[in-house]
C-alpha cells in the first residue's frame, strides 16, 4: 500500500447506481418478450387461429358461389359480402382469448411466475409489460389475420355476385373493427388468465361467456331486460364493431368503449389480486 492510500477501513465503498424507472421498465419488456417468444404453445396457437380464420372464410364463400344460381331471391337480397367473408371471427376471437390466457397462464403452470416476482417485485410493472407486448403482437396479428382471410374470401366470390373489396363503403372499417375485436379479447384473456391462474379455467370461462352464453340468451323473450343486457354480451360487442345488418347491435362507437371497458374492469381486478396474493 503507498502512503497515499487511505487505510481499508476509511476506504468509501463504492454503491451501484439505482437503475432508472426507464431502464428498469426496458430490462422487464425484455425478459418478457424472450419468455412469451420462446413459448411454442403460443405461436401454436396463433398459427392455427390464422390457418383456421383463412380456411373458413375460403370455405363459406366458396359454397355461397358455388350455390348461387340456386339461391331464391330473397337470400339473395339478405346476402351480404362483407359480413359472410368476416364471419369467421365469431370462432377466431376464441382463439385470441386463449392466446392472452396463455401469456401468462403457462408461467403459473410450471412455477416460473415466483422467479418473475422475485426478480421484479414492482408486480403492476410485470402485468403493464405483458399487457403491451401482447397489445402490440394481438395487434399485428389481428390485422394480418382478418385482411388475409377476408381478402383470400371474397376472393372466391366471382362472376355476377356480389363482392367486396377494401375500398367499398364500410369494408375497411368492417376489417379494423375485426382486428380491434380480436385485440381486445386477447387482452381480457391476459387479465383472466391473471385471476384464474390456470389454463383450463381460462380456456373453459372464455368458451362459455363466448360461445356458450350468447347461444342460451339468443332464444329468450325479447323484453327490455333482455334489449338492455345481450346486446353488451362481449360476443355481442364484436359483432357491433364488424357486422352491420343485425338490428339489436350496439353501434360501433360505444360498442368498442363498453368492449374496452369490460377488459379495464378485468386489468383493474387481475392488478388487484396480482399485489394481495402470493405468487
Not at 340468451?217 to 357491433?240: I, M
Request: net charge positive.
Amino acid at each position: 500500500m503507498t502512503p497515499t492510500d487511505p487505510p481499508a477501513a476509511h476506504r468509501p465503498h463504492a454503491t451501484p447506481p439505482r437503475a432508472t424507472p426507464l431502464a428498469r421498465g426496458r430490462a422487464v419488456l425484455t425478459s418478457e418478450w424472450i419468455k412469451l417468444r420462446s413459448l411454442r404453445s403460443l405461436w401454436t396457437t396463433a398459427l392455427t387461429g390464422f390457418t383456421a380464420s383463412v380456411g373458413l372464410s375460403l370455405l363459406v364463400c366458396s359454397s355461397y358461389r358455388s350455390r348461387w344460381h340456386h339461391l331464391g331471391a330473397q337470400a339473395r337480397a339478405h346476402f351480404h359480402p362483407t359480413d359472410t367473408g368476416l364471419g369467421f371471427l365469431q370462432i377466431t376471437a376464441l382463439f385470441f382469448g386463449a392466446l392472452g390466457a396463455l401469456a401468462v397462464t403457462t408461467e403459473y403452470g410450471t412455477g416460473q411466475i415466483h422467479g418473475t416476482l422475485m426478480a421484479t417485485p414492482q408486480r403492476p410493472l410485470v402485468l403493464a409489460a405483458k399487457t403491451l407486448l401482447l397489445f402490440v403482437l394481438g395487434s399485428a396479428l389481428a390485422l394480418a389475420t382478418v385482411s388475409a382471410a377476408f381478402l383470400l374470401g371474397q376472393s372466391r366470390l366471382t362472376g355476377t355476385m356480389p363482392h367486396a373489396s377494401l375500398t367499398d363503403p364500410g369494408a375497411a372499417h368492417a376489417v379494423l373493427g375485426g382486428a380491434l375485436y380480436l385485440t381486445l379479447t386477447g387482452l381480457l384473456g391476459l387479465f383472466l388468465g391473471t385471476l384464474v391462474r390456470s389454463t383450463a379455467i381460462a380456456l373453459s370461462t372464455l368458451l362459455g361467456l363466448f360461445t356458450i352464453l350468447p347461444v342460451l340468451v339468443d332464444d329468450l323473450p325479447k323484453s327490455p331486460a333482455w334489449r338492455h343486457t345481450v346486446p353488451y354480451l362481449p360476443s355481442n360487442l364484436g359483432l357491433s364493431l364488424w357486422h352491420s345488418h343485425i338490428g339489436f347491435l350496439v353501434r360501433p362507437a360505444p360498442a368498442a368503449g363498453t368492449l374496452a371497458l369490460y377488459v379495464l374492469v378485468a386489468a383493474a381486478a387481475a392488478l388487484t389480486l396480482l399485489r394481495t396474493r402470493d405468487g
